[in-house]
């Protein structure tokens, strides 16, 4: 089963405290999104890498995708209670059938205390 | 204006009961898939469709069954509910089309079937 490694699994800081997550696979992925989730809704959407060594901002979050396409890592600065949640990471991949399916994270469990 | 709804949003039942989960998307999106996440947040595909066909199967007990009846709705019967079935079903779509090397589309979540079998 191919997987994509998140760490950590658990993180929970101080408000105004920066942190990084990363998402580490042995697989190439042709894109890799994250999304954020909250209790008691569904994932969200919170941007897509494409390019090998990409970077993306989304305010005070920072998405990198690595030059091999197989890991990438979310940075996010001054943290802020809002920003709490699970945050997924999803590989792209095509199977042998030229079907391409989301390989998901497991997920890496943010609190941010006030 | 909800994107993507699921009925019900919570369900209660015993061991052996057959039950069912909608989903419809106004998105006008051609993929729609069903998810179970655990307990301990495992996010894993069971099964997409593409225009009312099957395109993604894991391994999946028999005991679920899919169904598409249009584009906009994708439903999801389980049969002979066991206790290991306990989690939070979501669906989702998006516009992908399923094979090709092109970015992975923006996949739309409903907000979540929670599933008890007691």
């Known amino acids: 089963t191919q997987l994509l490694e998140q760490s950590p699994q658990f993180l929970s800081i101080q408000e105004g405290e920066n942190l990084t997550v990363y998402c580490n696979s042995s697989?190439?992925?042709?894109?890799l999104q994250w999304y954020r989730q909250e209790p008691g809704e569904g994932p969200v959407l919170l941007v897509t890498?494409?390019?090998g060594g990409e970077v993306k901002k989304l305010k005070r979050l920072t998405f990198q995708f690595g030059d091999a396409r197989k890991d990438s890592s979310l940075h996010i600065t001054a943290a802020q209670p809002g920003d709490t949640g699970l945050y997924l990471c999803?590989?792209?991949?095509?199977?042998?059938?030229?079907?391409?399916?989301?390989?998901w994270g497991l997920g890496t469990s943010l609190g941010v205390n006030p | 204006d909800t994107a993507v709804s699921q009925t019900p949003k919570y369900l209660v039942t015993q061991m052996g009961n057959d039950k069912s989960i909608k989903c419809e998307q106004n998105?006008?999106?051609?993929?729609m898939y069903w998810y179970k996440q655990d307990s301990k947040k495992f996010l894993k595909i069971m099964f997409s469709?593409?225009?009312?066909?099957?395109?993604i199967n894991e391994t999946v007990p028999n005991r679920f069954s899919p169904k598409s009846p249009d584009k906009a709705h994708l439903n999801l019967h389980i049969n002979s509910l066991e206790l290991g079935d306990s989690a939070v079903y979501f669906c989702?779509?998006?516009?992908?089309?399923?094979?090709?090397?092109?970015?992975?589309?923006?996949?739309?979540f409903g907000p979540g079937t929670r599933l008890t079998v007691l």
């Open positions: 469709y593409n225009n009312k066909e099957l395109i």
């Open positions: 999803a590989g792209a991949l095509c199977n042998a059938g030229n079907n391409r399916k989301l390989i």
């Open positions: 890498v494409v390019t």
């Open positions: 998105l006008g999106h051609d993929t």
């Open positions: 989702a779509s998006s516009q992908d089309i399923p094979g090709g090397r092109a970015p992975t589309d923006t996949q739309y």
């Open positions: 697989s190439v992925f042709s894109s």
